[in-house]
């Protein structure tokens, strides 16, 4: 069965840290990653997916299949980042397995 | 562009009766739409998956009895959830996917609350 593992519900650093948001998966295939974010009062968004290998709003993420691993990472964090973050793994028919999220807080 | 609508966004209703949520994609024709629960601080579950003009295909452990879905176009999907109970009462999205791919566009979601 697959599974996304989030192990932090909130994650609390001040502006300008770097920001690390973890993720693991569990997949007997060739795993499609994602990181979805939801700021407040809004709709859930695509931020980036693995196989473009593209940075958003600064954030990278690395596929480590050795690892299971697909951890978010910023180096500078922002006020404006402050969100809900959401992995997700997608699995066949295009269906997605989300982790349960982790509260971001960028403090001033 | 790809933008999703939802409808109603909150609705109360009494127990034993049915609630209809509309799912729509505005400026795309979709080729499946999804629909998701989510519980108060915890993660997006999937539901159930739609097609136009075929029947959904439900995630495990959903009732399809339940939560009746109904596509009737590429750009209409509705949840009906029936005789519902307050364990009904939850957050309920919708997602629309745009080619075949892992491209899915959500709604803003539709807070139930059952009395």
């Known amino acids: 069965a697959q599974r996304v593992t989030q192990p932090e519900k909130l994650l609390s650093v001040f502006k300008g840290a770097p920001v690390e948001l973890k993720c693991n998966y569990s997949y007997s295939g060739s795993p499609e990653l994602f990181w979805y974010v939801q700021y407040s009062r809004q709709r859930l968004q695509l931020l980036l997916r693995h196989i473009s290998r593209e940075s958003i709003k600064g954030f990278t993420a690395d596929l480590n299949k050795g690892e299971t691993s697909f951890h978010l990472k910023k180096p500078f964090a922002q006020e404006e980042d402050s969100a809900m973050y959401y992995c997700?793994?997608?699995?066949?028919?295009?269906?997605?397995?989300f982790g349960k999220g982790t509260l971001l807080t960028v403090n001033p | 562009g790809a933008v999703v609508s939802q409808h109603p966004s909150w609705v109360i209703c009494k127990s034993g009766t049915s609630v209809k949520i509309e799912c729509r994609s505005l400026d795309f024709q979709a080729t499946t739409m999804f629909w998701y629960r989510q519980f108060p601080k915890q993660s997006l579950m999937l539901m159930a998956t739609s097609n136009e003009g075929s029947k959904a295909t439900y995630e495990q452990g959903v009732e399809k009895d339940k939560f009746l879905i109904n596509h009737a176009s590429l750009t209409l999907s509705t949840l009906t959830v029936t005789s519902a109970h307050p364990e009904d009462s939850s957050f309920y999205i919708c997602?629309?996917?745009?080619?075949?791919?892992?491209?899915?566009?959500f709604g803003p979601g539709t807070r139930l609350t059952v009395t």
């Open positions: 997602s629309a996917q745009r080619g075949y791919n892992y491209e899915q566009y």
């Open positions: 997700a793994l997608g699995g066949s028919n295009y269906k997605l397995t």
